[in-house]
């Protein structure tokens, strides 16, 4: 199934016959070394990349933008992203993917801030969707991502393959002012 990424998601999540699948856009952000972009999710042990619910209307290019700077603080036109389109990831959830190179300048992780807060569970404390952030050779991937983003790095997409697809990173400014 694929869409214009340019126009609202659907209306209804994809459906597997037996239930619906909510859909989560997000994006793939590999280095001039090939190196995936993970962030940690905050109390957890697994690492994912910038990801999560567009919102009523929006496409999902711009989800996947809003997230990325939601939860990293980069700041990416849409013409840098590569559309990948949907992706199976659990039996709850597909993955609408972009992909973009990015130069470790680019994205200096010390300047990464995740701005996107949840309450904690266990007292309801606002805490950030993640903490920490690094960049992680496709051999590594397996010791930090969750099981299904591993998978999905294996088998329908394997992050070397992806690194050959992209162009090399320009000089564009990632930041926004401070």
């Known amino acids: 199934m694929r869409t214009d990424p340019d126009s609202p998601a659907p209306a209804s999540p994809r459906s597997d016959g037996a239930r619906t699948r909510v859909t989560s856009c997000g994006l793939v ?7 995936v972009l993970l ?3 905050t109390e957890t042990r697994h690492w994912d990349i910038p990801k999560g619910h567009s919102d009523p209307g929006e496409s999902p290019r ?3 933008l809003r997230e990325t700077e939601e939860e990293t603080g ?6 840098r992203l590569l559309d990948l389109g949907w992706f199976d990831y659990r039996r709850d959830k597909v993955l609408y993917l972009f992909a973009t190179r990015l130069s470790r300048a680019q994205a200096d992780l010390s300047r990464c801030v995740c701005r996107s807060l949840f309450p904690r569970p ?3 404390q606002l805490i950030p969707e ?14 930090f991502a969750s099981g299904s983003l591993a998978r999905l790095f294996a088998r329908a997409l394997p992050l070397t393959e992806l690194h050959a697809r992209l162009p090399a990173p320009d000089t564009e400014t990632i930041w926004p002012p401070r």
């Open 29 to 35: 952000i590999l280095n001039e070394e090939g190196e």
């Open 39 to 41: 962030c940690h999710a």
């Open 62 to 64: 711009d989800a996947a």
């Open 74 to 79: 980069l700041v990416l036109a849409p013409t």
């Open 122 to 124: 266990r007292d309801g």
């Open 130 to 143: 993640m903490d920490a952030f690094r960049w992680v050779a496709p051999t590594e991937v397996d010791a």
